[in-house]
């Protein structure tokens, strides 16, 4: 084939990935950010957001279940469940795999993404519709601090944040972390994407002392590979109230999983303790 | 800066990755492949095979850790030890932080590579020169078949191979494997670098059939990021005849540890057990 195109994402001053196109599906301009969705021989369709690679889906599963499942099992009963960001909605369609979950309330900052992956990513987007989920277009860190003010409480927030520039800086902030504390039950668990540890090794310590400020017990990174993101190398940090997923009971899991039907590629019952013990020393 | 020079490895069809340099350190050609050292920005010194990322000063701990230590401990009183290829000497400088080891066979196909190495490249070929490595220049296929006719035995093999292309084809044949088994003593340990589990899944199941077939009693993968690697999503898959890693004491280890005054960025105790739980439900 003669035609040869490719989109080429600037990672870092000193660094710059590019995967071969097939198509461009859509390209749009909010009130806050381009948005272009992509179509690559690699990966499958591609979320670029400012000229940022999101999520592919080639290897969407990893990141989205290990944002989702970890949490949710170390909290073990979540009925009210709050997601920051994502408008993709692979996390989402996660967390709705877990029966216990009676409401998602999904904040997103920016409409036209939900709209862009709805029409353009429904392997992702498929749950969005669905009756126990309320999309509440607005920003995360301002919803916190509001529901913060009230009674009401989440048994787990997961923050699936993109990166901390711009309008998403405050999400990872002590003001916010304090208000998140605040949101969840005495029982609740949040997990937020930290970034790289090879490459913001200072934002995540940055982020566990923040927690720790915040009054949680247990607080940990885990780490995987997410190809399209800068080095590849990747981490989410889960901060517990109460629970340590080292101690989630496997056959509760187990039994779970089996009863939900629960798909997946990634998580299981043994990852769910791995990923928390297979933490590179230098992060610890 | 005006001066804005490059170095883009196309890692699959449709996929490329690209360090901006400081310089070209060397280049030069052997018998069997090209060869450069160049200095980048992002990974510091970066060891380039065949136009292939090789190995990096900034992220060569996360490769030349997992494939040492946990095999290493694994056995438990490893004396001698054969890796095979990793010319950049990294590993064998790992495979010395144990004490217990009496011996390193070091069979490397390229001796330019070893060479170019020691020159640029010192905090990987520091130990090369030991007393305690033989460094043997030869191909690693042939040599495992001929100590498999002899009565010389290993604790521990490392295969540190590249690409399953060319001369390195042989090493992920079932004859390789085979003869491996025969050249490790009755609790021997084996762990090769198996690719990336995204991009070579169907290879990684074929060595993981091998390795049944050629008597090993357990086999699992571990996974990890190398940002330099094609998809920085990438798997070693370790092979014994009796020791489970996830049967290691881990008071042991943390002894060893202190007791060696061993130093690691990626590996310890936690991560032994955790990187073998923490495989992906899709490789399994």
Known sequence: MKFDAWYTEPQTEN???????????????????EIQVIDTYEYGKTLILEN???????????????????ALFTHGNP??????GGGDGGTVREVLKHETVENVDFVELDGMVIEACKKYMPTLSCKIDDEKVNVIITDGI???????KTEKRYDVIIVDCPDPVGPAAGLFEM???????????DDGVMVQQTESPLLHESLISKIKGHLQDAGFG?????????????????????AS????PLETETAEIVAKMEKYGMETKYYDEEVHKGVFLAIPKFLK
């Not at 071969?20 to 806050?32: F, H, P, R, T």
Request: aromatic share 16%.
């Open 175 to 185: 003001e916010f972390y304090n208000n998140l504390y605040k949101c969840l039950t």
């Open 79 to 84: 009925k009210n469940v709050l997601v920051i």
């Open 218 to 238: 247990f607080i940990r990174p885990m780490v995987c590979s997410i190809p399209t993101y800068p080095s590849g190398f990747w981490s989410f940090t889960l």
């Open 142 to 148: 301002k919803y916190v601090a509001d529901v913060a």
């Open 52 to 70: 940022t690679y999101q999520t592919t889906e080639r290897d969407e599963f990893i990141y989205h279940e290990l944002i989702s499942h970890p």
């Open 15 to 33: 660094l710059s990935l590019s995967t071969k196109i097939k198509d461009i599906l859509y390209v749009g301009k909010s009130e806050y950010q």
């Open 241 to 244: 109230k109460q629970n340590s």
